[in-house]
């Protein structure tokens, strides 16, 4: 059980899949200019990340290594990836059309999301059982949405800052990223 713990502080802080393995930049900082839309994209990635981690662990297991076509995986893991978007793109068009909207062309770039397929890799490549696979994923996939929180938070303030012209917009929110790193890479010293 401690193990678990570890390894969930770990994904969370530690190895914090967008400020210390540096995947999932593009909707970090493509959709962090409001909370709610942060919110809202980083509890979709939470669900894909979640449940394409516990599906592709499955078949890797039990259909691509029993079958000994495991080099199959990037693309059998993409396939689940775009399927399991693709629902979470339908369930959130129906359920919720201004969170929909708000999210626009980054919600199909989940698909796209390396973040997504690393995670998924990043559980085969570990050897990491079941139980591991689902604790790693969702609390790296909780790690990404807090810092993508944090993150939409500064933004907001950023807007009502004095920045220099140079600095306005994405090139602030990059300094920012990079100090936010800085902090979270700090944090590993006490795993």
Known sequence: MSELIQLAFIAFIVENIVLTQFLGICPFIGVSRKRSSALGMGMAVVFVILISSILTWVIYHYV??????????????????????????????????????????????????????????????????????????????????????????????????PVPKAFKGVPIALVVAAILALVFSRLGGIV
Do not use: W
Request: glycine share 4%; aromatic share 16%; proline share 2%.
């Open 64 to 161: 691509l290594a029993f079958f000994s076509i495991t080099y199959m995986r990037t693309i059998v893991f993409i396939l689940v990836i775009a399927s399991l978007v693709q629902m979470v793109e339908l369930f959130l068009k129906k359920i919720s059309p201004a969170l929909y909207k708000a999210l626009g062309i980054y919600l199909p770039l989940i698909t796209t999301n390396c973040a997504v397929l690393g995670v998924a890799i990043i559980n085969i490549d570990k050897s990491h059982t079941f139980s591991e696979t689902v604790v790693y994923s969702l609390f790296i996939s909780l790690g990404f949405l807090f810092v993508m929180y944090i993150f939409s938070m500064i933004r907001e303030k950023l807007d009502f800052s």
